[in-house]
Structures are given as structure tokens and as C-alpha cells.
């Protein structure tokens, strides 16, 4: 750890600590579940949302800053594998029938598998999830899944998997391997849904091809465990089948859906029509940006360019739902996140509109701009009320903190870290040291480290 000690001394920085005000007021078109309101407003208070809509009475000596653009609630991504995000894309050769067909080719274990080990092995976990973190934050998400499960940096995303890094939610338990379970494990999870100590249970299951015989019966083994139940939602489900879609619609199972990744692994996707149909409840996340997108904006424009090409099936509305209200409804927090609603906690993002023209069918929506749209339009994120990612320009209103520059799609936004430890170690240091840090360490590796953002892919 000489590397790190090295980048502390050269880079001399101390602990980032914001000095934002506690009650304030932002201005824009706000994102409700089922409405835009074009010029609306909401009050946030101590990290909460207090009030929202349009001719909002704001109190005296409350700051209001003007966003001009679209105010919605953070995304919240239920699939991802947040230390393997440093690595760069992988673009196999081939597709696959099943997930355990890629996972023992050599060029996998080679480019990725043992690299990951690697890093882990050195010690560098912390600095993965990290920039993994940064990575979703400049991706408008706000609450992930994925994380490691243990304390590492104080103050970015809400790690809806790991209770301690998350107030003021309820924890999820995320399974890759649900069928790998213990009699033990699967009863204790079991009791952790009865009792509502764990919000939910996430699981993957059947991903494949759509045909792969292996992929499609694990639903019936799943069945076979007792985990057909509320509060368990199915991630991927490639191998589902549309009675399948029926029987958990019936059990008030859920389905967390990632095109991306599964079309670049399998060639195709989830039958969401047959899903919609039956009335499952599906949430978009991007599962990770080795074989999938780089985080929510990215996967929002890749659902929505798929539904697009089959009879446009999902209306805009509807896949920024899938990344807000359904996402917090499936992880068991919609009381707490995913709506601007008052009461709900201050996880919000700005998104500038960025369209020169007018399309056919008429202007571009809010809902159209959130599903296509580039990190570089992200103007800011807020976790419990506090900025933390956005543009010079509006961070600079809302807090005397400088800040650290940080360039995403050839856009130069503004990072604020406030790890709260008190001293230099991964919790508390600059982007600039994880980055070089990382870029070292890959480096010895042979790789390269995966950008915040790769713009236009």
C-alpha cells in the first residue's frame, strides 16, 4: 500500500467536507410517477423531500436555485457487480446458451476473472467499489446493488445491499447464485422476508438464451426451494417462459430486466412482452458495464432503443419507471425512494434537455429526454439532499466547496467526496488518487482501467 501512502503525500488533500445549506429549493420540470410538472418546484429539508409541485410557497431565507432543466428522482439500479466495473468491455466472439458457458472460457478468465482476483488480493477492493460508485453516480444512480459488504466509502451511493452504507432504507439481500444456497442460508433468508428484516430478495435466475434447457428450468428448481413468494424478483429471466411470467405475476414476484448484457451474451433478452402481459412488475438496471451498459442512462437509452424496435413496446413513461418507482417498489423502499413525493428522501438528479430540433411527432418530452440522454447532460445528483456530482455551474450555487473536476463525455462536471473517517485512507480520498491508484495497478496487470463513461458506445 506504498502506492497509496505515496499519492496522500504528493496530492496533500484533505478530507472534502461540503458546506451546503440544509433546507433549500430547486426549480425545473419535475419527473412525478405519472405527470410532468413543467415548472415545478421541491423543497428539501435535512435531506428529506418536504414539498413539491408547481407555485410552491417557499419560507423566507430558504436559497432557491433555478435548474432549467429536468428534476427527477434517483435512479435506483437492482443488477450490478460494482467491483468488476473497472474493467474494460468485453466483446466475446460468440453468444452463449447459458451464463456458466462464458464464465469457463479462457478468455474470460484470462481478461477479467483473474485480473478481478488479483486486485482483490492486492488489497485494492475498496478503491474498485469506489470508482465503481462514481461510475453509477455519473450514470444518474443513486441507490446500487452489488457492493461489497463491508465498510469502504462513506458518502457516495446508497448500497441498498449493505444496511450500514444505506439510512433510512430498507436492505436488500442480492443472491448470483440463488440455487448454490444452503438449507441454512435459504432458511434464514426465508425468515429474514417473514419477519421484514430484509425488504427483499433478489435473485438471478434462468439467464441464458431463450431456448438454453438449463437456463429455463431453473424456474421449476426455484419453485421446488419455496422461493415463489413476495418479496423475491428474478433478475435476467431469459429462459422464462410466458406461463412462468404468469405464475410469479400471480405470486407477486418481480423481474429485473438488463437487455444490454443480454443480447451481447445470448443474442436475445427476456420475453418483457409476455412479462407486461401477465403483469409482472419489471425494474431496468444494466448488470455491469463489461458485458452491459455503463450505468442507468445508458441502459435507459438501449431499452429504449429495443423497445422502439419491437412495436414500441414500453412507452418512455414507462422505462423511467422501471428505473425509479418500480426499482424502489421491487427493493421494498418505495415509501422512502424512487418519487419526488414529499416524505420521500432527497435522491434526486437534474438532467439538462440537449435536442436542437423538433421531431415529427412532436417536441421531446421529459420522459424522452430522460431515456436518451448522455451523462454529460447530468447537471446534478443529490443523496439525502446533498450534491455530490453536477456541473460546475449549479454546484458553485449550492455549496462553497470546491470540488473536484472530473471530465465524463467530454464534459467537465464537478465531484464532491465527504468521507466522513477523518483520515486519508480509501474512504476519504480524492478521485484523483483512486484513479491513479487504479491506472497503477492495472497497469502491472496488463489491462486497462474502464473510463467513468464511454460516451457514445
Known amino acids: 500500500m506504498n502506492l497509496r501512502l505515496t499519492l496522500f503525500t504528493l496530492l496533500f488533500v484533505a478530507p472534502f467536507c461540503a458546506a451546503q445549506p440544509a433546507t433549500y429549493a430547486l426549480r425545473g420540470s419535475l419527473v412525478m410517477p405519472d405527470a410532468i410538472i413543467e415548472d415545478g418546484t421541491v423543497l428539501v429539508r435535512d435531506g428529506v423531500i418536504e414539498a413539491s409541485g408547481a407555485h410552491l410557497s417557499?419560507?423566507?431565507?430558504?436559497?432557491?436555485?433555478?435548474?432549467?432543466?429536468?428534476?427527477?428522482?434517483?435512479?435506483?439500479?437492482?443488477?450490478n457487480h460494482l467491483t468488476w466495473n473497472v474493467f474494460p468491455r468485453w466483446k466475446p466472439a460468440q453468444e452463449f446458451g447459458n451464463r456458466y458457458d462464458w464464465q469457463q472460457k479462457q478468455v474470460?478468465?484470462?481478461?477479467?476473472?483473474?485480473?478481478?482476483?488479483?486486485?482483490?488480493?492486492?488489497?485494492?477492493?475498496?478503491?474498485?467499489e469506489r470508482y465503481a460508485e462514481i461510475k453509477a453516480l455519473a450514470e444518474g444512480e443513486t441507490s446500487v446493488v452489488g457492493s461489497l459488504q463491508k465498510p469502504c466509502s462513506d458518502g457516495l451511493a446508497r448500497n441498498l445491499d449493505f444496511a450500514e452504507a444505506s439510512p433510512g432504507t430498507r436492505s436488500v439481500v442480492y443472491n448470483v447464485f440463488p440455487l448454490q444456497m444452503t438449507t441454512e442460508q435459504l432458511a434464514d433468508v426465508q425468515k429474514q422476508l417473514g419477519d421484514k428484516s430484509a425488504a427483499a430478495f433478489l435473485i438471478h435466475l434462468a439467464e441464458g438464451a431463450p431456448n438454453d434447457a438449463s437456463a429455463s428450468r431453473e424456474f421449476a428448481m426455484l419453485k421446488g426451494r419455496g422461493l415463489l413468494e413476495p418479496g423475491v424478483s428474478l433478475i435476467h429471466g431469459v429462459g422464462l417462459k410466458p406461463a412462468d411470467f404468469a405464475e410469479m405475476a400471480a405470486h407477486h414476484v418481480g423481474l429485473i430486466w438488463s437487455p444490454r448484457s443480454n443480447i451481447e451474451l445470448y443474442g436475445d433478452t427476456a420475453d418483457v412482452a409476455a412479462a407486461k402481459a401477465a403483469g409482472v412488475e419489471i425494474a431496468l438496471a444494466p448488470d455491469w458495464s463489461i458485458t452491459g451498459s455503463d450505468g442507468t442512462l445508458g441502459e435507459l437509452t438501449w431499452a429504449s432503443?429495443?423497445?422502439?424496435?419491437h412495436g414500441h413496446l414500453f412507452s418512455d413513461k414507462e422505462l423511467v419507471r422501471m428505473a425509479t418507482i418500480n426499482a424502489a417498489e421491487l427493493s421494498g423502499n418505495a415509501d422512502h425512494l424512487g418519487s419526488l413525493a414529499p416524505g420521500h428522501l432527497a435522491d434526486l438528479i437534474v438532467v439538462m434537455p440537449n435536442i436542437p430540433f423538433e421531431p415529427p411527432s412532436g417536441r421531446h418530452d421529459a420522459w424522452w429526454t430522460l431515456t436518451h440522454a448522455s451523462?454529460?447532460?447530468l447537471a446534478l445528483v443529490t443523496v439525502a439532499g446533498r450534491a455530490i456530482l453536477g456541473d460546475p455551474e449549479l454546484l458553485s450555487q449550492m455549496t462553497s466547496t470546491k470540488g473536484e473536476a472530473?471530465?465524463?463525455?467530454?464534459?467537465?462536471?464537478?465531484?464532491l467526496l465527504t468521507g466522513s473517517r477523518g483520515h486519508a485512507d480509501s474512504a476519504?480520498?480524492?478521485?484523483?488518487?483512486?484513479?491513479?491508484?487504479?491506472?497503477?495497478?492495472?497497469?502491472h496487470l496488463g489491462r486497462r482501467l474502464a473510463p467513468i463513461a464511454e460516451c457514445g458506445n
Open 58 to 79: 417557499i419560507p423566507a431565507g430558504v436559497p432557491v436555485f433555478e435548474t432549467h432543466g429536468i428534476i427527477a428522482p434517483g435512479f435506483i439500479d437492482l443488477h
Open 108 to 128: 474470460y478468465q484470462v481478461t477479467v476473472a483473474t485480473p478481478h482476483a488479483d486486485l482483490a488480493a492486492e488489497g485494492f477492493e475498496c478503491e474498485m
Open 305 to 309: 432503443l429495443w423497445s422502439e424496435g
Open 375 to 377: 451523462p454529460a447532460q
Open 406 to 415: 472530473i471530465p465524463i463525455c467530454n464534459a467537465q462536471k464537478t465531484l
Open 428 to 443: 476519504n480520498e480524492p478521485f484523483a488518487a483512486t484513479n491513479l491508484i487504479l491506472l497503477d495497478a492495472m497497469q
